[in-house]
């Protein structure tokens, strides 16, 4: 029989704090996190007004309204919404390849937010999650490199992301 903090045991959820909810934890991330990324790019934009630097703003303020509004809706919510959960896991990754391809090269360092979602959604929701982040994401990189110009010249670095999430992902669902 386990204790009560064995992990084999332990329901998934709050990082910080085993009683509280997982879908209100990654909505407090987005607004966080998302904010974080505005205000970088939107200091970058009015530094230097590019129009990569512009669009990839107007794109992560895009992301920090959704952000905003998900943690609203969540927060007024009595329990989780598988239905909720999927068009989240859906949207972040939708929202970050229309960030990616905003920017182009400029916004390479949002990369890290791929990898974000997939872990996410993988260790707070389980392997279905985590098969709808990889699968948008992989999409996502796909059409990357068939629209915008930055990644059709650079379909290779689209292809090794492409097989890094693919790995990330198959490597997490051992994992959980």
Same mark, same amino acid.
């Given at each position: 029989m386990?204790?009560?903090?064995?992990?084999?045991?332990? =329901? @998934?959820?709050?990082?910080?704090?085993?009683?509280?909810?997982?879908?209100?934890? #990654?909505?407090? %991330?987005? /607004? +966080? &996190? *998302?904010?974080?990324?505005?205000?970088?790019?939107?200091?970058?934009?009015?530094?230097?007004?590019?129009?990569?630097?512009?669009?990839?703003?107007?794109?992560?303020?895009?992301?920090?309204?959704?952000?905003?509004?998900?943690?609203?809706?969540?927060?007024?919510? =009595? @329990?989780?919404?598988?239905?909720?959960?999927?068009?989240?896991?859906?949207?972040? #990754?939708?929202? %970050?390849? /229309? +960030? &990616? *391809?905003?920017?182009?090269a400029?916004?390479?360092?949002?990369?890290?937010?791929?990898?974000l979602?997939?872990?996410?959604?993988?260790?707070?929701?389980?392997?279905?999650?985590?098969?709808?982040?990889?699968?948008?994401?992989?999409?996502?990189?796909?059409?990357?490199?068939?629209?915008?110009?930055?990644?059709?010249?650079?379909?290779?670095a689209?292809?090794?992301?492409? %097989?890094? /999430?693919?790995?990330?992902?198959?490597?997490?669902?051992?994992?959980?």
């Amino acid at each position: 029989m386990g204790q009560p903090n064995d992990p084999f045991h332990r =329901q @998934r959820g709050y990082v910080w704090s085993p009683h509280l909810d997982p879908e209100k934890e #990654q909505a407090t %991330l987005r /607004v +966080i &996190l *998302g904010g974080l990324a505005t205000a970088a790019y939107g200091a970058l934009a009015w530094s230097v007004p590019t129009h990569a630097a512009v669009a990839s703003f107007h794109a992560l303020t895009l992301y920090l309204i959704y952000g905003v509004a998900t943690w609203l809706i969540i927060s007024r919510m =009595q @329990r989780q919404s598988n239905l909720r959960l999927a068009f989240t896991t859906l949207a972040d #990754q939708v929202l %970050l390849a /229309v +960030i &990616l *391809g905003a920017g182009g090269a400029l916004t390479l360092p949002m990369l890290w937010a791929v990898f974000l979602f997939l872990i996410g959604a993988g260790g707070r929701h389980g392997k279905r999650a985590l098969a709808l982040s990889c699968a948008t994401a992989l999409v996502g990189l796909v059409a990357l490199s068939v629209l915008q110009p930055w990644w059709m010249i650079n379909r290779p670095a689209a292809l090794g992301i492409g %097989l890094s /999430v693919l790995g990330a992902s198959i490597y997490l669902a051992v994992l959980i």
